[in-house]
């Protein structure tokens, strides 16, 4: 919502686009998502600047290594 809210432009066009697809109607289904691809547009940029989960998940390594004489664990 920030995103939308710091760039009027989009909000707007998301704002106008079910309106034009669909009509003007009370409820809208999910199924109705499909139909829209600004607002999919929109979602798939949300996801991508701002991951819901972490990209780099914590490891532990199974052997230690020697580098240079140095043992790393």
Same mark, same amino acid.
Do not use: W
């Given at each position: 919502?920030?995103?939308?809210?710091?760039?009027?432009?989009?909000?707007?066009?998301?704002?106008?686009?079910?309106?034009? %697809?669909?009509?003007?109607?009370?409820? *809208?289904?999910?199924?109705?998502? +499909?139909? $829209? /691809?600004?607002l999919q547009? %929109?979602?798939?940029?949300?996801?991508? *600047?701002?991951?819901?989960?972490? +990209?780099? $998940? /914590?490891?532990?390594?199974?052997?230690?290594?020697?580098?240079?004489g140095f043992?790393?664990?």
């Amino acid at each position: 919502m920030t995103e939308l809210l710091l760039n009027s432009e989009t909000l707007t066009k998301a704002e106008i686009e079910p309106d034009q %697809i669909i009509g003007k109607c009370i409820h *809208l289904q999910e199924s109705d998502i +499909l139909r $829209l /691809p600004y607002l999919q547009v %929109i979602m798939k940029e949300t996801f991508r *600047l701002h991951p819901p989960t972490p +990209l780099l $998940l /914590p490891h532990k390594a199974t052997t230690y290594v020697e580098i240079h004489g140095f043992t790393v664990p």
